[in-house]
């Protein structure tokens, strides 16, 4: 302490210049010094703990889709029809439980580090108040002893002269300042000891319930995978039969893909004729216009939508939302995905989907995920099929029992596209949801918000 005091030029300066006082009061370098410095702030470096509050944050999300699909399995176990929903349903929550037992270890190793910096900072300030307290005590004894000379009027008015007496006015008013200013840090010295000891109080309550969480979790965990077992035994009992039905699915599946793909172009078409129109009605102002105009006068000859300029912008705005826009139903399972594959349960059979299919509870509705206006709402095959274009962009919502808006309407995002119909094959209420640019489909995991 006494090497910091003699290289800090400031601190010696003014324990100098209150030695020259010949008033007979004695203040060591040291005292004073830490009266004017060790009344900063201490500065613990505590985590800020947004890192902690997104893992929680995450995990109350897993667990909401945990519970979600534990709904979708109960109402799975006594259709006998939905043995290859079931299965699908058990690898999403498999898949969920293996999630959240990540998330509790990263939780538990964050509430480590927590605790382990908890624990320096509490070592810190101990010592830091022990300091703190030696040498107020000391500073407190000098003063008792000097009593006498510390009344403020005696010492300002025995100065020699006005300049004197100024500097002992200001000096005095230091001391004074410099006292009331480490008993108030002693005081907050304390308190963030008290709370940084009922910080490690909290870490580890909230440390032993997440491992009894975590307990819980890979025992379902455990469960699932034997129930999937099961459930993998009895589709392959039943493989034949599973393979004639989901081939027989996979068929009407493509005819409906075909009359969809049909619809998107069509759309097109349309949509390039009423701009065509439109550019031939008006005088064309540039000759960047007349080239637009030339390019849709045979519509149906291009696989491009020609965008107006609310359109450019709306299309705009669709890309840049990818992959943040919001699934087309509240709650729901993934329980076929996007491509082409071998069934996991029956690898006989060839897999080609467009898009994703979201099996939901009775009573389900679908949404739009973006803004946009509905171009068709059509019957296939005894479905009902919703689209809706986003400039470039068309999203499709097949499989609706009905439609709750109409051609030309305006739609915002998550409005009310219709209600979820039951599948005629397993008995279940799925949504299938596509994404097409232009004449194209697209993959929406990519596009829409992380579950």
Known sequence: MEKIVNNCYFCQNIVIRMRSLHFGFKITAISFFLLLCLAV??????????????????????????????????????NQKAAVQQ??????????REKIITNLNSQIIQMDDEQEQNEKEIKQLQKRLSYMKADYAQVVYNAYRNRRLLDKVTFILSAEDFSQMFRRMRYYNIFSKSIKEQSEQISKTSEELARKNEEIVELRNDK??????????IKNLESDRRKKTRNAEQLKKESQKLSAELKQKQQKRKEIDAAIQK???????????????????????????????????????????????????????????KGKLPWPVAKGAKVSDFGNYSHPDVPSVQIENHGIDIMVESGATARAVFDG???????????????????????????????????GDKVSTKETIGTVAKSATSNTYELHFEIWKNDRYVNPNEWLARR
Not at 71 to 77: A, N, S, V, Y
Not at 90 to 96: A, G, H, P, T
Not at 209 to 214: D, P, R, V
Not at 386 to 397: A, I, K, P, S
């Open 208 to 217: 032993l319930n997440t491992l009894s969480t975590k307990e819980k979790e």
């Open 373 to 407: 206006v509905v171009t068709s709402v059509m019957n296939i095959m005894g479905t009902t099929v919703v689209m809706v274009r986003h400039g470039e962009y068309l999203t499709v919502y097949q499989n609706l029992a009905n439609a709750r808006v109409k051609k």
């Open 87 to 96: 299965a699908a349903l058990l690898r999403q929550q498999i898949s969920n």
């Open 263 to 321: 619809a998107v172009k069509d759309e097109i078409a349309r949509a390039n004729a009423a701009r065509s129109k439109s550019a031939k009605s008006s005088s064309p102002k540039s000759s960047g216009e007349t080239t637009a105009a030339a390019s849709s006068s045979n519509p149906r000859a291009t696989t491009s939508i020609t965008m107006t300029p609310e359109e450019k912008s709306l299309n705009t705005s669709f890309v840049n939302n």
């Open 41 to 78: 702030p201490l500065h613990t470096g505590a985590q800020s703990g947004k890192s902690s509050a997104q893992l929680k944050k995450d995990r109350q999300k897993i667990e909401t889709d945990i519970a979600n699909t534990q709904k979708l399995l109960k109402k799975t176990e006594s």
